[in-house]
């Protein structure tokens, strides 16, 4: 059996993330980080569904993007090695009159091309108070989401969801502030708790990770951690800091204007200076390349992909 070695990494937000993100650098796991036999496609018949979690409240614009471009990513990572994928989505919002346009919305499993244009169509907007209809998207997303099995209707699909969001549940417990004194006490209006979660995730065999990219739903983390138990596979967590963002501007800004001189000194030159200065430029828009590359190292995406190469390899 191969072994596959895991490794512990920080993944860095996109720079347009409008979210307010925390100070502290937090560990994620990569493939480096654990030993891991390599998994039997047998067990799941490369059948693999996939859903997502999507808040969709006003303060969520940017990661609508990142979740379009993290499909687009899982599809070019795994289409020649035979998985057979499927997506799923529950976007959710919250409840009445915090907020009078939905409180979930669900999609189910369809192919990469729909799914993207199915999201395409989300709009961010709305939300009302802090606290938001989290566990209304949970339960709805595994209940209604078919997960499959194989033509032996014995073997299931390898199962995930992530859970993509910036506030936490209503309830006291989880530390947000709901304008209802009712739903502050006792939780979401839904009347589902975290134990009906778990619950769904044991039901149906399913790997919980969260996207997280604020720290106002460390306590939910660490509560559904407690809850889940094995079913919670791991956090995402999406870091950015103004130093980080300020030195890549800096560097780009630097490598442009030396690949601008080499530019403008190649049409003074003769015949072999040309051809120097040819190359230095070609050389240019490779470190150009391998920066964009880097700075793409801390998407949504890459974070999912590892997740999945865990499981799935």
Not at 74 to 81: A, D, N, P, T, Y
Not at 210 to 238: G, P, Q, R
């Amino acid at each position: 059996m191969m072994k596959i070695a895991l490794k512990k990494k920080n993944f860095i937000a996109d720079e347009d993330t409008s979210a307010s993100l925390p100070s502290a650098t937090a560990q994620n796991f990569d493939l480096d980080d654990f030993d891991l036999s390599d998994s039997d496609r047998e067990d799941y018949h490369n059948n693999v569904d996939i859903l997502f979690v999507l808040d969709t409240t006003g303060s969520m614009g940017s990661y609508i993007p990142q979740a379009m471009l993290t499909i687009q990513k899982i599809v070019e990572k795994f289409s020649k090695m035979e998985f057979n994928i499927k997506f799923s989505l529950c976007t959710y919002r919250d409840h009445p009159p915090q907020d009078t346009t939905y409180v979930t919305e669900f999609y189910d499993l369809t192919n990469a091309k729909q799914l993207i244009t199915t999201l395409k169509s989300v709009q961010a907007a709305g939300g009302g108070d802090g606290p938001e209809a989290v566990m209304d998207g949970l339960r709805e997303g595994l209940n209604k989401t078919s997960w499959r099995l194989s033509e032996d209707n014995v073997t299931i699909s390898k199962r995930f969801m992530f859970h993509i969001c910036d506030a936490p549940p209503h309830g006291q417990e989880y530390g947000g502030s709901s304008s209802d004194p009712e739903w502050q006490k006792n939780g979401c209006p839904c009347g589902t708790n975290k134990e009906d979660i778990n619950a769904l995730l044991k039901k149906h065999k399913v790997d919980y990770h969260l996207i997280k990219a604020v720290s106002s739903v460390d306590k939910m983390e660490s509560i559904f951690k407690d809850c889940f138990k094995e079913n919670y596979a791991e956090t995402i967590v999406l870091v950015k800091t103004s130093i980080n963002s300020s030195m890549s501007k800096a560097k780009k800004e630097k490598k442009e204007g030396v690949c601008k001189k080499s530019k403008k000194k190649s049409v003074k030159c003769d015949d072999e200076d040309v051809a120097e200065e040819k190359e230095k430029s070609i050389e240019c828009k490779k470190d150009e390349k391998k920066s964009e590359e880097a700075e793409e190292e801390g998407t949504m995406w890459t974070g999912v992909l590892g997740a999945l190469e865990k499981k799935l390899f």
